[in-house]
């Protein structure tokens, strides 16, 4: 990541311990380390001020107290400036560039498809920011707004910074208004003093100050990349701006209006800093008899963002006064942007009465800046011009007026909302910081990211370590979640042994469930992948989900222990015989996972039942605050006097939903499709338009006296039902990446008119007779087969791998983003790729008739298929034909006095042969040949629609590519092994848990079928058996393998050194090693398994990042979600196409 523009490299930041003089004879090194562990609670002590020139220092002594009870002393020195101006923007290279200094800073963004190089500019001036703003300012005499943030800002309200009106919507606006007569603005024969500002942002300039940006790094790496690349956006913007005030001044119109964003390094700017003893007292303060020295670092640098609004605010007011009669008289208002109401209170008391300013009356006015929170600030735009619709992205923190609940608990820390109307708690508390530090020190409370299960977000699970192991503890119910999301780092209290889960040993209900299947992946899918689709709800009720019907998944969810070696299970007695699964409750969350935008749709409820007449009781002030819907919902209740049915969305809305006392938001209950995520309570200004919409959601708050935790409104993504809306529904459901690639990627390619030609160090192979089988269409063709007769007898067989990582190097940005993406997704009726195109389709597929650079496996075999040797190869191949399935098998298929003479015939026809014997030795180590139902659609030329629905047909030329896959995959993954056995990325399949068959066997039974698992081996033995049994009935045998794979784990990439020899096994394809190496255009694995290998054989060094255990281990992770992911979307997208297809093509009905 390219640095954003700060200071000078001399403007950094010193620290000195003292000397042990200044402490006690025994302090020792160890109190150091303590130090960093308990020293934001207490007090600093600055020293005066130096004498001021263009760099000096300002020490600053700190006083902690160590884990062993002594007080130690630090000394920081901060280089101060005189000369940083009002901070650096980032202007295009040229354009501009003024004080860009050097290469310092420098960052790249695309303007108009081209990559801009673009450098920092200070701004040294008043001037320079005067003209900044008003050039962004179109109507003389207005008002220009400049807005600093502060730290929560950053972190809580992304959502507002990046709102910018598009042009088109302003312009249209602009014309209707005028065409109907309703703009008073612009009608010169009604004149308007007060002309109305078309806002496109929340300010002419928002100035982040480096101690924002370094607080906001600190506590979410999330929301400080956003604002990183906000920043560098800004840059594009000015050039955008620039362009079109050009246009619009040649035709009449005003200057361009964009984002701009300044970086202030107030941390080492002289006029912000904090001097002469200060200790953050105020008038406010003395009243309320705050003690003097009790100042944190968190009140210093809120002094600290105050003095960087007040520097703004004086600079711009002397600057005004100085040059009253100028041609551009434009207002200024600098306004100091925080949700933080006792820093709002302090910006007031802290700024000098009016008629003590210098200047006449008439510039004695107002305070130098105002201090506003983020949703006064967007409601007061909002009034300024009613078409802005900022106010629903506003984040909340306080729950609505409303009802205590009844089952509600009395909350220890729940006064500290204004709005809380003193309502019940409906959750304990969580504990104070102070109190899980010194819990998790002494094993009271264990740390750990909270999961919740895949159906519910009321039960999950917290992985905490146990000695050397690791340990899977349950967490039920909504008291002992105590309002963690999934992804939330929790800290969690173990329940006494006696409220333990019985394990699956002892019949309790801790049993495992389900599990997937083998690599059901395997190579390439080849059309043959199984598409079907996951179980998910689409929208309906929760609790009757199990019941649902839809089209069965391959794979069920992988167990704890396979996915991540995580047990789920303890001993409770000295014997070991006793296994228990641990529960706990939730006391504290440490860090909060809301930077997630979630999709979903909100459920409103419209009753309008009225109360019984003969009703004359007047209603109380709780019946009155009730949503309307509740209340009317509970009188036709007890007019019927039986109790009504409603879905358990709409009882939530009844509950949740209501009307707020500004006449302009309510409260409307959002769900969201992931069900390990509560419903969402929402504040908005367009319930109406949401109706029936899927929209993405952000999580801001859930504070103790809400049952739901609180959010905002993000972006609407469509109709709800339309095949468009469900696709994008399904990709940001799973997490998909479909963003265009960026420009520093897209940089990374070759040329346009790059041509493949012959290498040193590469072997020239096209001279062979290689082809290569695809599904119909294929574009990315990873792979390609040669077969040829040798003069010994022997043949020489070769599969041949795009060489991605030609292209792709490693470190490079295109890599970084390939293993951030780690695999191509496959939808219906889109693919989502994990490389450029011109990579995908067209440098790397080995298309035919065309050369091409390949990775190698050479073997010689006899023709009886025993391996005589093995080679690898860099090398270029000219592929002489890409053929279909069909058209292979049509091959196969051909008289053998119909092949003389014709090299592709002979070629697929002695592969076949080779497959066959290969396969047969496979099935008879134990390799499953297990099924998966498998559908392909036709779809609409133009719509995209299907229009019909089939099963997949298999071919033996499947077979055929999909043994010679096996076989280099297991080759590879050897010759990796010998040469880093500790280090090479692997594929193991764990074997199942009997638990996972139980059910099947017990069903099988009650059919005369008898299944054994005791290997892959006797599984094999045991669906080969049963398809005897089962001859009549086809169908049955099918479904039957069907299950066996709905019982398995699915397969997982680990680092080999992570993992005992024994347990790299891969069951289903009873193969001791195994892994990825023939796709690499489509999965990051093989990509890097191409490196590992191409290292092994010497031809390239070993990247320094893979020889990293600890970065393999996150890599395989990743690794292992992105792909799991990607055949859940693909799942999701057939059952998507299916209902469509039953629906008779109609869309938009749910």
């Known amino acids: 990541m390219a640095p954003i523009p700060t200071p000078p490299d001399d403007e950094m930041m010193a620290v000195h311990h003292p000397d042990d003089d200044d402490h006690d004879d025994d302090h020792d090194d160890d109190d150091h380390d303590d130090d960093r562990d308990c020293h934001d609670d207490h007090d600093r002590s600055p020293v005066p001020t130096p004498v001021l020139t263009s760099l000096h220092t300002l020490p600053t002594r700190r006083y902690h107290l160590t884990r062993r009870g002594k007080i130690a002393q630090s000394t920081t020195e901060r280089y101060l400036r005189d000369d940083l101006g009002f901070g650096t923007v980032l202007v295009p290279d040229g354009n501009g560039g003024g004080r860009g200094r050097g290469g310092r800073g420098r960052t790249d963004a695309t303007i108009a498809g081209k990559i801009v190089r673009l450098v920092p500019r200070t701004l040294g001036e008043v001037s320079s920011l005067w003209e900044l703003l008003t050039r962004r ?153 705050v003690e003097d020295g009790t100042t944190t670092i968190n009140d210093e640098n809120d002094a600290r963002l105050r003095n960087v609004a007040r520097f703004y605010g004086e600079a711009l007011y002397d600057y005004r006064r100085r040059r009253r009669t100028g041609a551009r008289n434009a207002n200024a208002e600098v306004v100091f942007l925080t949700d933080d109401a006792q820093s709002r209170r302090l910006a007031s008391s802290e700024q000098p009465p009016p008629d003590e300013r210098p200047g006449d009356a008439a510039d004695r006015g107002g305070l130098y800046y105002r201090a506003r929170s983020m949703r006064d600030h967007v409601s007061l735009l909002q009034k300024e011009d009613p078409s802005l619709t900022l106010l629903d992205l506003v984040a909340q ?45 002494t094993n009271r409370y264990y740390q750990g990211i909270y999961r919740s ?27 002992d979640v105590n309002r963690a999301v999934d992804g939330d780092i929790v800290a969690i209290e173990l329940h006494s042994v006696d409220l333990w889960l019985g394990g699956a040993r002892n019949g309790g209900d801790g049993s495992d469930s389900g599990g997937g299947g083998g690599d059901g992946d395997e190579e390439k899918e080849r059309g043959s992948q199984s598409q079907t689709a996951d179980d998910r709800n689409e929208g309906h009720d929760r609790q009757t989900k199990k019941d649902d019907a839809g089209i069965a998944a391959d794979t069920a969810e992988p167990s704890l222990r396979d996915a991540e070696n995580i047990a789920e299970e303890v001993a409770v007695d000295d014997e070991g015989e006793e296994l228990r699964r641990p529960t706990a409750k939730i006391v504290g969350i440490i860090r909060r996972n809301f930077h997630k935008n979630y999709c979903g749709s909100i459920c409103t409820i419209a009753v309008s039942a009225a109360a019984p007449e003969e ?11 009730r949503p309307a819907a509740a209340a009317a919902f509970e009188s036709e209740s007890k007019m019927e006097g039986e109790r009504t049915t409603m879905h358990p969305h709409d009882v939530i809305a009844a509950k949740h939903e209501r009307e707020h006392p500004d006449g302009v938001t309510s409260t409307v209950v959002f769900f969201p499709i992931d069900n390990r995520i509560p419903p969402i309570l929402l504040r908005t200004t367009q319930r109406d338009r949401l109706i029936g919409m899927r929209i993405l959601v952000s999580m801001d708050s859930w504070p103790a006296e809400s049952e739901y935790p609180l959010g905002h409104y993000v972006k609407t993504l469509g109709v709800t039902g339309t095949k468009e809306t469900e696709t994008q529904v399904l990709l940001q459901e799973f997490r998909i990446p479909c963003e265009p690639f960026p420009a520093k990627v897209l940089a990374c390619l070759p040329p346009a008119d790059y041509k493949i030609e012959l290498e040193p160090g590469r072997t020239d192979l096209r001279h062979l007779p290689v082809l290569s089988i695809d599904p119909p269409g294929c574009k990315d063709i990873d792979d390609a087969l040669h077969c040829i007769e ?148 036709v779809l609409d030329s133009e719509s995209l629609n299907p229009t019909d629905v089939q099963a997949y047909t298999l071919y ?87 299950l066996s794979t709905r019982c398995m784990s699915p397969a997982q990439y680990f680092c080999s050194g992570e993992y005992q020899a024994k347990d790299w096994h891969h069951y289903g394809l009873a193969a001791p090693v195994y892994t990825h190496f023939t796709s690499p255009i489509r999965r990051y694995a093989d990509v890097c398994v191409h490196r590992l290998l191409a290292a092994a054989i010497g031809v390239a060094p070993l990247p320094v990042f893979l020889s990293s255990k600890s970065y393999l281990h996150d890599l395989a992770a990743n690794m292992n979600r992105r792909h799991r992911a990607a055949q859940l979307a693909g799942r999701a997208s057939v059952q998507l196409h299916t209902l469509i297809f039953f629906a008779g093509g109609d869309e938009g009905e749910g």
Request: charged letters at 30%.
């Open 137 to 289: 300012n179109d109507d003389d005499g207005g008002t220009v707004r400049l807005a600093v943030v502060d730290t929560n800002i950053l972190l809580h309200h992304m959502d507002v910074l990046e709102y910018l009106r598009d042009d088109d919507d302003d312009d249209d606006d602009d014309n209707d208004e005028n065409e109907n007569g309703n703009d008073d603005a612009t009608n010169p024969s009604k004149p308007n003093p007060h002309p109305r500002r078309r806002h496109r942002s929340i300010a002419d300039a928002i100035v982040v100050p480096q101690t924002a940006l370094e607080e906001c790094r600190h506590r979410s790496l999330v929301m400080y990349r956003r604002i990183v690349d906000l920043i560098r956006s800004s840059g594009d913007d000015a050039t955008r701006a620039d362009d079109k005030g050009r246009k619009q001044k040649k035709n009449g119109g005003g200057s361009g209006s964009e984002r701009c964003f300044i970086v202030f390094a107030d941390v080492h700017h002289v006029d912000t800093q904090i001097f002469h003893g200060w200790k953050g007292e105020s008038k406010a303060d003395e009243e309320e008899g």
């Open 397 to 441: 923190f306080h729950s609505a007026p409303g009802p205590p609940m009844s089952e509600g608990i009395r909350g220890k820390d729940g006064g500290g909302d204004d709005d809380s109307g003193g309502r019940a708690a409906c959750y304990p508390p969580h504990l104070s910081s102070q109190t899980l530090s010194r819990g998790l020190q």
């Open 453 to 479: 299960d895949r159906d519910s977000h009321t039960e999950g699970y917290v992985t905490i370590r146990r000695g050397e192991d690791r340990v899977a503890v349950v967490i039920r119910g909504k008291a």
């Open 615 to 625: 009703d004359d009781i007047a209603p109380s002030e709780t019946e009155l605050a």
């Open 790 to 937: 040798l003069p010994n007898g022997n043949w020489q067989v070769g599969v041949h791998i795009a060489d991605v990582t030609h292209y792709v190097e490693a470190g490079t940005a295109i890599d970084l983003e390939a293993a951030n993406r780690s695999t191509s997704t496959y939808l219906v009726n889109k693919r989502l790729d994990m490389l450029p195109s011109l990579l995908t389709t067209d440098l790397c597929s080995l298309k035919g008739n065309v050369d091409r650079f390949a990775f190698s496996v050479l073997w010689e075999v006899t023709p009886e298929a025993e391996i005589v040797n093995v080679d690898f190869k860099k090398s270029i191949i000219h592929s002489i034909a890409a053929l279909t399935y069909q058209q292979a098998q049509a091959l196969i298929d051909k008289p053998e006095k119909d092949c003389k003479g014709d090299i592709q015939a002979g070629a697929v026809k002695r592969l076949a042969k080779l497959a066959r014997k290969f396969r047969s030795r496979r099935i008879n180590a134990g390799a499953l040949t297990l099924a998966s139902p498998e559908v392909k659609f």
């Open 956 to 1042: 033996e030329a499947n077979a055929l590519v999909e043994e010679f896959m096996l076989l280099a995959n297991v080759t590879v993954a050897k010759k990796i092994l010998r040469h880093y056995p500790t280090l090479s990325i692997l594929r193991r399949h764990p074997a199942p848990n009997r638990s996972m068959f139980d059910g099947l066997i017990q069903k099988a039974k009650t059919r005369g079928i008898s299944i054994c698992i005791d290997d892959s081996k006797k599984l094999a033995d045991s669906l080969d058996a049963a398809a005897e049994i089962t001859s009549d009935d086809p169908y049955l045998n099918q479904l039957l393998r069907i």
